[in-house]
């Protein structure tokens, strides 16, 4: 079974700085994905970047790019230019990826959160 | 472009009573999936469905039943309501392919009295 942790609750950040995000998951499979999720206040899940595990670049959309170290099983989330509207809760999350002639249902592995509140 | 949509978004029931919480996507996705979450869990898969009367248990499906007799629809039950059930219900879908995006509903906030 797989596990995703997330250590840090809560973080805070000014407006306009960069934070990072934590994550670091357990499993024994080989071919999976990794992904961050946005979690605002309206409660909508939110998909922010999303990390194929075969494949060695880091995944960067605008803002957000994350640091994926397979060896050591860790995946966090940098948020540049922190924005007011990026308040919310940011959830990592861990997809297995079916094998060869397998299949897979796409289960996802949530992390607990982690809060974030920039502030002005 | 309704996208997935979840009914009601609040629900306060009592113990022992059975609710059901509606579920419905217009992209026509193979795949559907509830999931709970509870502060300091996350999100946990309760039920999952590949396909029209397809579907299996997740992480926590205990006292939960679903259903899908049709592709856009994938209603979840609380056979008896309990007090450990009060949480935040999401659904979501994503179409067959596994590299596809899981797309989620609004949820809907359930609290068991």
């Known amino acids: 079974a797989q596990t995703v942790t997330q250590s840090q609750p809560e973080m805070s950040v000014q407006e306009a700085e960069t934070v990072t995000l934590s994550c670091t998951y357990d499993?024994?499979?080989?071919?999976?994905?990794l992904f961050w999720y946005k979690q605002p206040p309206s409660r909508q899940m939110i998909l922010v970047i999303r990390?194929?595990?075969?494949?060695?670049q880091n995944a960067t959309e605008n803002r957000f790019s994350v640091n994926f170290q397979k060896a050591a099983k860790s995946f966090s989330l940098k948020i540049s230019d922190s924005q007011l509207g990026d308040t919310a809760m940011y959830f990592c999350?861990?997809?297995?990826?079916?094998?060869?002639?397998?299949?897979?249902?796409?289960?996802?592995?949530f992390g607990q959160g982690t809060i974030l509140t920039v502030h002005p | 472009d309704a996208g997935i949509t979840q009914s009601p978004r609040y629900k306060i029931t009592e113990t022992g009573r059975q609710v059901t919480l509606m579920c419905h996507q217009t992209?026509?996705?193979?795949?559907m999936f509830w999931y709970r979450q509870d502060l300091g869990h996350g999100l946990r898969l309760i039920y999952y469905?590949?396909?029209?009367?397809?579907?299996d248990k997740g992480e926590v499906p205990d006292g939960y039943v679903v259903s899908r007799s049709k592709t856009e629809n994938f209603p979840l039950t609380l056979e008896s309501a309990t007090r450990s059930q009060t949480s935040v219900y999401f659904c979501?879908?994503?179409?067959?392919?596994?590299?596809?995006?899981?797309?989620f509903g609004p949820g809907t906030r359930l609290t068991v009295l």
């Open positions: 979501a879908s994503r179409r067959d392919s596994i590299a596809d995006t899981q797309y």
């Open positions: 499993t024994s499979e080989n071919n999976y994905y």
């Open positions: 990390q194929e595990a075969y494949k060695q």
């Open positions: 999350a861990f997809m297995k990826r079916a094998n060869a002639g397998g299949t897979s249902y796409g289960k996802l592995t």
């Open positions: 992209w026509s996705h193979s795949y």
């Open positions: 469905s590949a396909a029209a009367d397809i579907t």
